[in-house]
C-alpha cells in the first residue's frame, strides 16, 4: 500500500478495536514506506485519534477505554472544532 493509502485506510478508523484490525490489515497487505515515518512522525495517528475524543465528548463514540485517553497526546483544537464548540455552548444558553 502507497503512504496515501496507508493513511486513508487508518482514517476510516473509529476506535481503538478497528485501528488495531486495520493496522493488522495494513500490514497484511504490505507498506511501501515505513510505518512510523507515515503515521507517527507525521501526526496523522494523534490527529486520528484524537478525533476519537472530540467523537467521545460529543456523546457519539461510548466505547473507548478510560485508560486509552491518558496515551494520547492532546492537540490543541482547529478553528472548526472552536467554532462547534461555541455553537453547542450558544445553543444549551438558549434552551
Known sequence: MSPAEVIAYMQTSRNE????KN????CKRGINGNWWEIMMMSGIANKI??????????????????GYVNN???LPP??????????ERNA???Q
Not at 493496522?23 to 495494513?26: L, S
Not at 485519534?49 to 478510560?66: E, F, H, I, V
Open 17 to 20: 478495536e478497528e485501528w488495531n
Open 23 to 26: 493496522y493488522d490489515e495494513v
Open 49 to 66: 485519534r484524537q478525533g476519537w475524543l472530540g467523537l467521545m465528548a460529543k456523546g457519539l463514540l461510548k466505547d473507548l477505554t478510560p
Open 72 to 74: 494520547i497526546e492532546l
Open 78 to 87: 482547529d478553528e472548526a472544532e472552536i467554532e462547534a464548540i461555541k455553537a
Open 92 to 94: 444549551k444558553r438558549t
